[in-house]
């Protein structure tokens, strides 16, 4: 499995790649406790499934994401290189976000409710 550490930076927490990642490569299996309630670090992988992953809570959000979650597996959809930020578009899993942010690349609102 391709690796990804967590790094931070100014107060801000993201997970990048330490190598390089395929297009369709398996980035990481999401592990953790599941509950039926969402909050603002868990990650919807099903209809009342939001689990919380130690690596995962720290995927950023994107609306040109490099990733995408397939029920507990983090996919890359597009090459990735050492170094780059790994995310995916909340949009695409949650069903409502826990807590509405604007996104710090397009200074767009991320929000949705259910």
């Not at 299996?29 to 209809?47: D, F, H, T």
């Amino acid at each position: 499995m391709p690796k990804i550490e967590r790094v931070e930076k100014d107060n801000f927490s993201s997970i990048v790649a330490t190598k390089n990642i395929s297009q369709g490569e398996l980035v990481r299996i999401l592990v953790g406790k599941i509950s039926p309630r969402r909050n603002k670090y868990s990650i919807q992988i099903g209809k009342k499934e939001h689990i919380m992953d130690e690596i995962g809570m720290y995927i950023n959000h994107s609306f040109t994401p490099n990733t995408k979650i397939v029920y507990r597996s983090v996919i890359a959809i597009r090459d990735i290189k050492v170094g780059q930020e790994i995310t995916f578009n909340y949009l695409e899993n949650e069903a409502s976000i826990s807590f509405p942010f604007k996104c710090k690349h397009t200074g767009k609102w991320v929000k949705k409710d259910a």
